[in-house]
């Protein structure tokens, strides 16, 4: 639109542009620029571009699914996964796990855990053809609270090998064991923020209220509904392919709104290139700060959100 | 008469509960009509019912002859727009972008303000006197600010009727009184049909050329304001002891409260 919205779109490129680089020539091995672009290293760039695309996808999906979740819900502070599809993914991929599935068949296991609890949340808060924000938000956290305790109730009297390596993968890896598979997450997930994107406008009216969208001719319980079903069918798809990765989908929307504001016209696109970039570099980090050990990318992302979402509560309340 | 707004033996309210029962109106264009009543009297679920938040169980409501059940939800925000008591918005949009809303209703998904829009919020913000606050942000203005500009952003959708509830529950009496005039002079100079619940029986006596007095969801009483506000009237519906006298300048009435007032009755 307008001059800012463009400076800010170059400078988000620019730097997603110097993740990528940045995460392509850093490694177990540093290889330079210009011979990781060599034919001998075709293998090793390909192995980190699908991996870098990973870290874009989840990034971007994460963020997008917050950015609804906040509108949905009203509050600029709300997680992806507020609607219990983090503790259902690892409900499913615990029980498959004890069940014996090879793990080719967690992603699925993980997915449709996610798709219950989420479903179940839906049904609790349900009143009617209504689904009020209050309700949805303590739905949420009892359905996560009862899976993480199903989770560790299954976890100590199984026996199981292999369950301490699921944890490990719950807290988010962005290693891509298949590229099939990467490309159908990516499919959907970027189907996904097209969508969300499509509600911009609705999402604005939202965020004043529902009835005050109701007011300016939003059909306010069919979007909801909509968003809802996208967020879920995202962080679903994400889960299952890398795991829980906390604070992205608050942290970089909420950063990106001091920056570019709410509207969320600017906010997506914004948000999406801003937490690429951010997932980029955080799996960066996670490969080579203990390498060759990887740390789950969740461990950093925490690490790194907790303290700035302490400090956005803290200037929040200020203000208000 | 050219009659705007019908309601016909409408009841409903939320779930199975039933609040409003059996109410009827004909608002003529033009109008600026008050509902007063106490609390619980079902005045906010009147207007949720009159702007299709609600639906009703029985009864139809018709906008310009057209049944609003039947109308398409952007068709029917472009012709009515609501100001509620409740202001407070979490998120930081700027002003400009709050006025901008009001033509959501004008516009298609995804498609950008036209400079048209541009045109009509910026009157919307300059009648309301705020156009000098256009770049701050929503969250950090006054009350009194904030009122404004929700109510620029209503006038952004171009609305033939207008509807507010307890427009003032929140403003000092310096802003409540600069609010209503804002919306009475919307009323005459620019034809908005009004349709204004009101806590405060003065101000809905100085500003309404009628008045609704709701009593459990039911009309009590309907007329103008000398007729409808006569201290039988607001006895027996608010179970409080009063004495209407007359506004010294206008000759409106003026209700006056007493406080322990069954003592000096009995």
């Known amino acids: 639109m307008n001059l800012t919205v463009k400076r800010n779109t170059l400078i988000l490129m620019l730097v997603l542009l110097f993740a990528i680089v940045l995460a392509a020539v850093k490694g177990p091995v540093d290889i ?3 011979q990781i672009l060599l034919r001998d290293n075709r293998q090793i760039l390909l192995l980190r571009l699908s991996r870098i695309l990973l870290a874009m996808i989840t990034g971007s999906g994460l963020a997008a699914a917050g950015i609804a979740m906040q509108a949905i819900l009203k509050n600029p502070l709300a997680e992806p996964y507020l609607l219990g599809t983090s503790s259902g993914a690892g409900l499913g991929a615990v029980v498959a796990t004890i069940l014996g599935a090879g793990a080719v068949f967690l992603p699925f296991a993980a997915f449709i855990g996610s798709v219950s609890s989420v479903i179940l949340v839906y049904l609790i808060a349900k009143e009617g053809n209504r689904i009020p924000v209050q309700s949805l938000i303590l739905s949420g956290v009892i359905v996560s609270i009862a899976m993480s305790g199903l989770i560790v109730f299954l976890v100590s009297v199984s026996a199981k090998e292999g369950l301490h390596g699921l944890m490990w993968w719950l807290w988010g890896s962005l290693e891509v064991y298949d590229a099939g598979f990467l490309f159908i997450v990516s499919a959907i997930v970027l189907a996904g923020i097209a969508a969300i994107f499509v509600f911009s406008q609705d999402m604005n009216a939202m965020s004043i209220g529902d009835e005050e969208a109701m007011h300016l001719g939003i059909k306010t319980e069919t979007v909801k509904k909509i968003l809802f079903l996208v967020t879920s069918l995202i962080t679903a798809s994400l889960v299952s392919i890398s795991g ?3 604070f992205v ?9 001091f920056i570019v504001g709410p509207n969320h016209k600017t906010l997506i696109p914004a948000s999406c290139l801003a937490a690429a970039a951010f997932m980029v570099l955080c799996d960066t980090l996670s490969r080579t700060m203990f390498a060759p050990i990887e740390i789950p990318i969740g461990v950093i992302t925490a690490t790194i959100g907790v303290p700035v979402f302490i400090v956005l509560l803290k200037t929040k309340q200020r203000i208000t | 008469m050219d009659i705007l707004l019908e309601a016909n033996n409408i009841s409903g309210g939320y779930d199975e ?4 029962r059996d109410f009827s109106l004909r608002l003529e ?3 600026f009509l008050g509902i007063i009543g106490p609390n619980g009297s079902g005045k906010s679920t009147l207007l949720r019912l009159l702007t299709r938040i609600l639906v009703p169980r029985i009864g139809n409501i018709s906008l310009g002859g057209e049944d609003i059940a039947r109308m398409d939800r952007k068709e029917l925000s472009r012709k009515l727009a609501f100001v509620s008591q409740n ?5 930081s949009f700027s002003v400009w972008e709050m006025v901008l809303m009001g033509r959501i209703p004008h516009l298609a998904r995804l498609q950008s303000e036209t400079k048209k829009d541009f045109m009509i919020a ?4 300059s009648l309301t006197d705020t156009l000098h606050l256009k770049n701050r942000k929503i969250d950090e203005l006054s009350a009194g600010e904030r009122q404004r500009v929700i109510l620029a952003k209503a006038l952004a959708q171009e609305p033939s009727l207008l509807f507010l509830d307890e427009p003032t529950a929140h403003l000092d ?3 409540q009184i600069q609010a209503l005039d804002l919306v009475k002079k919307m009323n005459i100079e620019n034809g908005i049909t009004v349709v204004i619940v009101l806590h405060d029986l003065n101000l809905a006596a100085e500003y309404c050329d009628r008045i609704i007095l709701l009593e459990k969801g039911r009309t009590f009483a309907e007329g103008r304001p000398e007729e409808v506000l006569s201290y039988q009237n607001i006895e027996a519906v608010y179970k409080t002891v009063v004495v209407v006298n007359k506004n010294p300048v206008n000759s409106k009435p003026h209700v006056v409260l007493v406080p322990g007032g069954e003592m000096h009755v009995n």
């Open chain 1, 32 to 34: 330079p620029l210009g």
């Open chain 1, 244 to 246: 829980v990765i906390g």
């Open chain 1, 249 to 257: 989908g608050l942290i970089i929307p909420h950063l990106m709104r």
């Open chain 2, 17 to 20: 509960e039933m609040i409003i």
């Open chain 2, 29 to 31: 264009r033009g109008e």
């Open chain 2, 87 to 91: 202001t407070f918005v979490n998120f």
């Open chain 2, 122 to 125: 910026e009157k919307a913000l």
């Open chain 2, 173 to 175: 009496i310096g802003h």
